[in-house]
């Protein structure tokens, strides 16, 4: 958010963890699902340091049809099945065996 993003730019976010450290991705559908634009990366600068992230505005905005679109997708597709509360809520996705994801 120190960055300032522009009102509705991403209305999503993905994070992911390698092995240098978390990478996230903020971001929004395009083209009617088929893809995801990664509008601003965060990396974590040193692995271990939560608060050590360098961040970049992508323009144009990156497009992702791999692991941030089918990330994107499954958090999608889990909040609108769920029926929970009518409260904003936050969805993570975790990695499972064989390219499995868990939201």
């Not at 209305?11 to 559908?29: L, S």
């Not at 634009?37 to 040193?46: D, S, T």
């Not at 505005?57 to 009518?86: L, M, R, S």
């Amino acid at each position: 958010m120190a960055m300032h993003p522009e009102k509705g730019s991403f209305n999503q976010y993905i994070a992911r963890k390698t092995d240098a450290g978390w990478v996230v991705a903020f971001g929004r559908f395009a083209d009617q699902h088929a893809k995801f634009l990664v509008v601003y990366e965060a990396v974590q600068v040193k692995a271990g340091n939560p608060n050590a992230f360098t961040a970049k505005k992508c323009d144009p905005p990156q497009e992702d049809t791999g692991f941030n679109y089918a990330a994107a997708k499954a958090i999608d597709t889990a909040t609108h099945d769920f029926q929970g509360e009518k409260r904003p809520y936050n969805a993570d996705v975790l990695p499972g065996h064989s390219n499995q994801i868990y939201v």
